[in-house]
């Protein structure tokens, strides 16, 4: 399975698109602030995440880091040797702080916290 997180209207043919609205092409409506996600364990090859990630909380209701929760959910349901693509925009863009949807910015660097090496 292959699964776009936060689809909105970029539907991906042979993905499973998820949204939190019910729009045209979505195949699964889930809140991605709800943990655990509606995915067996290990059981996407692929999984994109485009433009999603710097719209969310900094943290949960439990006051837990979005972020490493997450990234724990994509660990639970990534198979084995998957590949994972998420495009945030960089603070350095012009538009990371004109949006005022965007919560967080982010750096090229803020993903090595979760590669020990």
Do not use: Q
């Amino acid at each position: 399975m292959k699964i776009n997180i936060g689809a909105g209207h970029d539907i991906m043919e042979g993905f499973v698109n998820t949204d939190i609205v019910d729009l045209p092409g979505i195949d699964k409506v889930f809140n991605l602030m709800h943990f655990p996600w509606p995915f067996e364990d290990g059981s996407a090859s692929d999984i994109c995440a485009f433009d999603i990630i710097e719209h969310l909380p900094t943290h949960t209701n439990e006051y837990e880091s979005t972020y490493i929760k997450f990234f724990e959910e994509i660990h639970r349901i990534l198979a084995p040797g998957g590949t994972v693509i998420i495009r945030t925009p960089s603070w350095k863009a012009d538009f990371a702080y004109i949006d005022f949807t965007h919560v967080k910015p982010f750096d090229i660097r803020s993903f090595d916290f979760f590669d020990p090496t």
